[in-house]
């Protein structure tokens, strides 16, 4: 999907293309084309677990069990999510607020990434 929407602003940027004007539909695919290599990033790291797709016998596959070593730091990377995601529902109260909540969900799940590597329980 990302792949389409990034061929169509692509396509519709250039052939409205002005030297010297900005135009969003190019601005818009090149934040597609960031996004496609974020995705295309995560889908090589987790090419382990996704090769089952192009894969014709069951003998080339390799079993890998994935064990979760902190589940505190889980938990605090979850509440840190939800912030994030909870805090556009405060618009219409304080945009400065919205930024607040924000700002303090990434430096919640920034910092369980960063001071989680211990063991949970």
């Known amino acids: 999907m990302l792949l389409n929407i990034f061929m169509v602003m692509l396509s519709i940027g250039i052939s409205g293309y002005e ?3 900005v135009d969003s539909a190019l601005n818009t695919s090149i934040i597609n084309a960031f996004f496609l290599l974020l995705n295309f990033i995560l889908l090589a790291h987790d090419f382990h677990k996704l090769k ?3 894969a014709e016998d069951d003998f080339q596959l390799k079993n890998e069990l994935v064990h979760r070593k902190n ?15 909870a805090a ?23 910092s369980a990434s960063l001071f989680g590597k211990g063991k949970g329980r």
Request: proline share 5%; glycine share 6%.
């Open 19 to 21: 030297p010297g004007k």
């Open 88 to 110: 556009p529902f405060f618009f219409n109260i304080s945009l400065i607020l919205v930024y607040v909540l924000a700002a303090a969900g990434l430096l919640i799940c920034i």
């Open 52 to 54: 089952f797709i192009f």
């Open 71 to 85: 589940f505190r730091a889980d938990r605090v990377v979850i509440a840190g999510s939800v912030i994030c995601l």
